[in-house]
């Protein structure tokens, strides 16, 4: 039987995976301070092994994730059959002066014609003077790609369908 960590890197590794890592856009869910659950659309960028994200020191998520590291993020398309990355894992933060090098790599120029893209760089160079990186480390990863995979309830629905389907044949 192969290990969790073993597990979480065949799906990291899976062709559908990476090209859903390339993606710009996830949506992130923690827990708030009062306890509620959030979910947040937020930019990210895929090293190869955690989840970068980075946001203003003052936003209401850096609070939270200070408080409960754990999140789950969720990277799909919108196309038929869609394709769905899930995530969970725990996150650290890290304040840095500046803007760092993923946030500006996360919202390349393939986003941007460049003269947008100066402007953009421009903007946001002279309204954060720090950010904060959030590493996530995946702990747990599911792709959901209704070919190869599908989500847990419905493989359970087609097993149990097989099996009445040969109990049926065999009567």
């Known amino acids: 039987m192969a290990s969790a960590d073993t597990d979480i890197v065949a799906v990291l590794q899976h062709p559908t995976s990476q090209d859903l890592l390339a993606n710009s856009i996830a949506r992130l ?17 895929w090293n190869g092994s955690t989840v970068v994200m980075c946001t203003s020191t003052n936003a209401p998520k850096v609070r939270s994730l200070g408080a409960d590291p754990h999140v789950a993020l969720t990277i799909d398309t919108i196309e038929f059959p869609p394709k769905i990355l899930l995530l969970r894992g725990t996150v650290e933060l890290d304040t840095v002066d500046g803007i760092p090098a993923e946030y500006l790599a996360m919202n390349s120029d393939q986003m941007m014609v460049p003269e947008q893209r100066q402007a953009w760089e421009v903007e946001v160079r002279s309204l954060y003077k720090q950010m ?4 996530m480390t995946p702990t747990w990863a599911k792709l959901i790609d209704f070919e190869g995979t599908l989500p847990t309830a419905v493989e359970e629905l087609v097993r149990e369908r097989d099996e009445r389907e040969q109990r049926e044949a065999g009567e």
């Open 29 to 45: 869910a923690y827990v708030a301070p009062d306890g509620t659950p959030r979910v947040v659309p937020i930019g990210f960028l």
């Open 132 to 135: 904060v990186r959030i590493v």
